[in-house]
């Protein structure tokens, strides 16, 4: 029995020799491929297939090699080490683009506009004493609370609405069809939608063509704030409400129907079924959906750079983090919007995550 748990440790020397050379192979093109793609030496097309290339074999070589670092050990280690072995890939590559760049946000973040001086918590003085930030600030509350809500709502009223009528299936399809457009396909729609022409000149913009048609006078939407920023957040809500009805649609359905039945022969109004047997059976996800939406709604920076670049007083802290970041090119400013981003984020993330871990979702 010892002698055989000899031989089960003993590791030929051509495997060590080839899990060594395999590692240096992997670590020389992972380096070489990033040195070349931070150079920024070829033109676009050929940038992108390396980048593709690139990514895929060193994410095939890193499994390999890590697959044959770990045969090395026995047989009992290496059944417990395997799991870790297929996530090891993925792991470095979000702690690469993710947990690196947001340490070094951090560090900028108490840095001057060129990076070479520490100036501590001046640039977070700014984020909340700055005229232009205090209105981003205001813009981006305003959007957390009433594209979330007006998104959950309508896509709830849809579902339910959806479900009782004879046209379910087609009726979901045509609110859903707005999540194949992009957030900037979005705004160059409703800008034609909100375009004003003055002086007489014919309106090309529907909106105003309605208000003319009626005997009005045209009106600058995009211009009066801060009304502006709800006409940008109803194309949030166009594009968020088919999420919303699609999840809470799923989740009507699973809502018992002899609870609803009971409670219509006991007497109960529809507005009364709604409020105390199924907003409580989907609970779950609304939540779930409300939280996605409020993501989705912090980080929304296309929409309002591709309607107003931020002008009229519709700037949020995600075009404000661009605009400090490459406009004025003040990257101490612009890490610490980010780092401001991240901390709204975080709490939201965290009552997910503890979400799923109370359905078990982890275990």
């Given at each position: ?39 920024n030496v070829l033109s676009q097309i050929p940038t992108t297939l390396i980048a593709i290339i690139w990514g895929v074999l060193s994410v095939v070589l890193i499994f390999y090699s890590f697959n044959l670092l770990a045969q090395l050990f ?137 208000v003319v048609f009626c005997g009005g006078e045209p009106q600058n939407w995009l211009g009066k704030a801060p009304w502006n920023n709800f006409f940008l957040i109803a194309i949030f809500v166009w594009l968020q409400t088919g999420f919303a ?119």
């Amino acid at each position: 029995m010892a002698e055989t748990k000899k031989l089960a440790r003993f590791v030929p020397l051509s495997d060590i020799i080839k899990t060594l050379a395999v590692v240096m192979i992997t670590t020389a093109v992972a380096w070489s491929g990033f040195s070349l793609l931070r150079a920024n030496v070829l033109s676009q097309i050929p940038t992108t297939l390396i980048a593709i290339i690139w990514g895929v074999l060193s994410v095939v070589l890193i499994f390999y090699s890590f697959n044959l670092l770990a045969q090395l050990f026995p047989l009992k280690t290496y059944n417990k080490i395997v799991p870790y072995i297929f996530i090891a890939p993925a792991v470095l590559i979000m702690g690469w683009y993710l947990l690196l760049p947001t340490v070094r946000s951090f560090l900028l973040s108490f840095m001057d506009k060129t990076t070479t001086k520490f100036v501590w918590f001046d640039n977070y003085k700014f984020l909340f004493t700055d005229r232009s930030m205090l209105v981003s600030i205001r813009n981006t509350l305003i959007w957390l609370v009433c594209g979330t809500a007006f998104s959950v709502i309508i896509g709830l009223a849809v579902a339910i609405l959806a479900d009782r009528s004879y046209i379910e299936k087609y009726a979901k399809t045509f609110v859903f069809l707005p999540m194949s457009i992009s957030l900037v396909g979005a705004g160059v729609i409703f800008k034609f939608m909100y375009a004003a022409k003055f002086g007489g000149a014919e309106q090309i913009g529907l909106l105003n063509a309605i208000v003319v048609f009626c005997g009005g006078e045209p009106q600058n939407w995009l211009g009066k704030a801060p009304w502006n920023n709800f006409f940008l957040i109803a194309i949030f809500v166009w594009l968020q409400t088919g999420f919303a009805m699609v999840v809470l649609s799923a989740a009507l359905k699973a809502v018992p129907e002899e609870m609803i039945e009971a409670a219509r022969i006991d007497g109960a109004g529809e507005f009364r079924i709604l409020m105390t047997i199924v907003i409580p059976n989907i609970r779950a996800s609304i939540i779930s959906v409300s939280t996605t939406i409020l993501l989705a709604a912090l980080k929304c920076f296309d929409i309002v750079y591709s309607m107003t670049n931020g002008m009229f007083g519709t700037e949020v802290l995600a075009s404000q983090q661009y605009k400090q970041m490459f406009t004025f090119q003040h990257y101490g400013r612009g890490s610490a919007i980010a780092i401001l981003i991240l901390i709204g984020v975080s709490p939201v993330i965290y009552y997910n995550l503890k979400e799923f871990r109370n359905r078990e979702a982890f275990k």
